[in-house]
């Protein structure tokens, strides 16, 4: 992999305003500084889309929940929630719906999963992460780029789009078609980094598997992350103790809203 990086005034202050993110979360959403750095000192921005960009958690649940009452088997949203976004080990879901009593290979399910999550997008009006949609505009709005980064198929991306057409402006796509392994391992990112070697980045992403994807492809680099999900997901301590990244809820902390009014 090409680990040739700039460093240069950009980069410098890129990890300045890394440093006082991290350290000023508390201070007002509104502070027209912030919202000029986070959309103009990196080159490429680089998001997730289930439930980073885009929020269809309860739609997964709902596929899965559907596909394993066929077999008769019920599944709870505490168990959905532990093992959707697990690591690796025995707690992931390949593994608990090894457990189950079905005659049905993962695979197999994981493909009803799909067409069942695909019959549900093409019948719902699903809803960006609050402040997504106008921090994507900003971004394009200073000349940089962003690129989408998913273990989904391009056809899901495809019904993402359709919703929301800003995501047709992404620079790049990396789906399940164009890398070999998925989330968590870090092939998708270091895609990334081997494509654009030379800008400066940074990554969004929601979940302890892309969290861990990102972290250790990007992590060597000093590329910022930042963890987007609500105080209650079930991993965030763990993401907290395991990873360097920087929390924040939703994108409304870049809303520039009322911060125009005070520039």
């Not at 890129?14 to 991290?22: D, K, P, Q």
């Not at 402040?131 to 991306?157: C, M, P, W, Y």
């Not at 995501?167 to 870090?186: G, M, N, V």
Request: contains cysteine.
């Amino acid at each position: 992999m090409n680990s040739n990086i700039r460093v240069d005034s950009s980069n410098v202050l890129s990890f300045i305003y890394v440093y006082v993110l991290h350290s000023e979360l508390n201070i007002s959403r509104y502070n027209p500084y912030k919202r000029i750095f986070i959309s103009c000192m990196y080159d490429i921005y680089i998001f997730d889309i289930d439930d980073t960009l885009v929020q269809t958690e309860q739609y997964h649940y709902q596929a899965w929940k559907t596909v394993l009452l066929n077999f008769h088997c019920d599944l709870s949203p505490d168990i959905f929630f532990r093992t959707f976004h697990a690591l690796e080990n025995e707690t992931s879901i390949p593994h608990y719906i090894d457990s189950l009593p079905i005659e049905v290979s993962y695979k197999e399910l994981r493909e009803m999963k799909k067409k069942e999550f695909i019959r549900i997008l093409s019948s719902t009006v699903v809803q960006m992460t609050p402040g997504a949609e106008s921090f994507l505009h900003r971004i394009l709005d200073q000349n940089k780029q962003f690129v989408l980064v998913t273990n989904s198929t391009e056809e899901i991306l495809s019904l993402y789009v359709e919703q929301f057409p800003i995501l047709s402006r992404a620079l790049r796509h990396y789906t399940q078609e164009t890398h070999i392994l998925p989330k968590p391992h870090p092939e998708c990112y270091m895609r990334v980094l081997d494509d654009f070697p030379n800008q400066t980045k940074v990554v969004f992403e929601d979940s302890l598997v892309g969290i861990h994807s990102a972290y250790h492809a990007c992590s060597p680099y000093k590329i910022p992350v930042y963890f987007v999900n609500r105080e209650e997901y079930f991993y965030k301590e763990y993401i907290a103790s395991h990873y360097s990244v920087t929390h924040i809820p939703d994108f409304t902390l870049f809303d520039d809203d009322s911060s125009s009014e005070k520039m």
